[in-house]
Structure formats: structure tokens, C-alpha cells
């Protein structure tokens, strides 16, 4: 359960029990459940989403679910988004990408990426069928959470060291095995809808995935927070594409 805790600690605002030593093992070990750790903020997402949908209009509930899901993951994945955008987007040769994505500053790269993800992300969720959008809160982070193991295990990272090689380094070897097996175990209950875009989220891991290490010869934690952000935004609109829709 430390492993567990620690995964929750690094990836959300929230504290159940308040690591203040990381051991970088139980580091490592951590990123088999970040599905878990999905199932959480999934949770906390639709529980919102159930208290306030009989009272407030969808535009304004959905610009709540957008803005909640940044501070409950403490905009983590959103600054790696706009690092992500600054570097891969600045049309420089790949070493001066990779120190732009590590310089603390925000470019207008990543000011104009996030803007555009939030726009998207909001008025894509007010788009979506009430009578699904639960659901889709609900698995969207789980099969991102599932994502980043992907990231982390099937990708070669960019940067001789890291927050995020230690990730790749110290988790073990049974990790993408056990993650694979959480996230899923959701299809126990959801059935064909998840499972379908589980099968579309794994399918837009490797597509980014590929196009980020091909210009920048690897992955880095900043693109971890990018193919989170991209693929939720992603998901939300093959959801839309399959009919999910209010229009």
C-alpha cells in the first residue's frame, strides 16, 4: 500500500497518508497502480459531476469538471503539457527542444497549447450525452493513468536522468503485466464502452508516443504530462465521434 499511497501523493493533491521520505524503489514500484490512482481522481470527477448536474447548466458544470480535475492533480500533467508544447513545437534542432522543455519558463508555445486544451476540454465535455458523460468521467483518467505506464515502460526516455527515468529505472519488471491487469478490470462492469476506449487510448499513446521520440529521440516526464492531457482531450472526442452527443 506504500507504493500505492506514494503514486497518489505524486500524481494528486490528495494525502491519505503524508510520505515525506521517497525511497526510490517504492518510487518505482508506485507506477503500478496509477490506474488505481486513475479510478480516484475517475471518482472524485463523476461524484462531482452526480452532486451538481441537477443544478447547474452543462456549460457552466463542465467548465467545473475541467477546472477541478487541474487542481485535484495539482496542474502536474498541464505543466508538462505546456513544457511539452514550448520544446516539440519550436521548430529547433533536438537538443535545443529538450532544454527548452526543461527551462522553468512558460513559453507562448505552452500558453496557446494550454489555452486550447482547456477550451477543448471544456466545451468537448459539455458536448457529451448526459447519460454517458458519468462513465466517461469515471474511466478517462484510469485509461490515462494507464497511458503514462505505457510512456514509462515502452518508450526510451530522452535525458540521461530524471523524476521521470526513475520511473522507467526502479519500477519492476511485472509492472506494465500488473498495470495492464487494473486498468482492465473496469471492463468487468462498463463492458464494450470501455473496453473500446481502452483500445483507443492505448492506440493514441503509441501514435504520440512515436511522433514525440522521433523529434526528440525519446520521451521525458514533461511529455508524460503531455500524452495525458492530449489523450483525454482525444478520448472525449472519439466519444463525440461515436455518437455520445447531446447535439
Same mark, same amino acid.
Given at each position: 500500500?506504500? *507504493?500505492?499511497?506514494?503514486?497518489? @501523493? ?30 480516484? %481522481? ?16 452543462? @456549460? ?6 475541467? /477546472? ?31 532544454? !527548452? ?19 477543448? +476540454?471544456? @466545451? ?5 450525452? &448526459? +447519460? ?10 484510469? !485509461?490515462?493513468?494507464? #497511458? ?7 518508450? @526510451?526516455?530522452?535525458? &540521461?536522468?530524471?523524476?521521470?527515468? *526513475?520511473?522507467?529505472?526502479?519500477? &519492476? ?12 478490470? &473496469? ?14 487510448? /492505448?492506440?493514441i499513446n503509441f501514435i504520440l508516443n #512515436?511522433?514525440? #521520440? ?16 492530449? #489523450?483525454?482531450?482525444?478520448? /472525449?472526442?472519439?466519444? %463525440? ?7
Open positions: 500500500m506504500k *507504493a500505492f499511497f506514494i503514486g497518489l @501523493q505524486f500524481l494528486t493533491r490528495l494525502k491519505i497518508v503524508n510520505q515525506t521520505e521517497w525511497d526510490i524503489h517504492d518510487f518505482g514500484k508506485s507506477v503500478i497502480y496509477f490506474p488505481f490512482v486513475g479510478l480516484v %481522481i475517475g471518482a472524485f470527477m463523476a461524484a462531482l459531476y452526480w452532486l451538481l448536474a441537477d443544478y447547474l447548466p452543462i @456549460q457552466l458544470l463542465a467548465l467545473l469538471l475541467v /477546472i477541478f480535475e487541474f487542481l485535484f492533480t495539482g496542474g502536474l500533467h498541464a505543466d508538462g503539457f505546456m513544457d511539452t508544447c514550448d520544446g516539440l513545437f519550436s521548430g529547433r534542432d533536438r537538443e535545443r527542444k529538450l532544454e !527548452i522543455m526543461k527551462d522553468s519558463r512558460v513559453g507562448s508555445n505552452g500558453v496557446v497549447g494550454f489555452v486550447f486544451l482547456t477550451l477543448l +476540454k471544456w @466545451q468537448l465535455v459539455a458536448n457529451v450525452d &448526459p +447519460k454517458f458523460l458519468w462513465e466517461l468521467l469515471l474511466f478517462l483518467p484510469i !485509461i490515462s493513468r494507464y #497511458s503514462l505506464v505505457l510512456s514509462i515502460r515502452l518508450f @526510451q526516455y530522452a535525458r &540521461p536522468e530524471g523524476m521521470g527515468k *526513475a520511473f522507467a529505472v526502479y519500477s &519492476p519488471k511485472s509492472t506494465l503485466a500488473w498495470a495492464t491487469l487494473f486498468a482492465t478490470l &473496469p471492463v468487468l462492469y462498463f463492458r464494450w464502452d470501455y473496453a473500446v476506449f481502452l483500445g483507443i487510448g /492505448i492506440l #512515436s511522433y514525440i #521520440s522521433k523529434h526528440l529521440g525519446g520521451v521525458t516526464g514533461d511529455t508524460y504530462g503531455f500524452v495525458i492531457e492530449s #489523450s483525454e482531450v482525444l478520448l /472525449i472526442l472519439a466519444a %463525440i465521434a461515436m455518437g455520445f452527443t447531446v447535439l
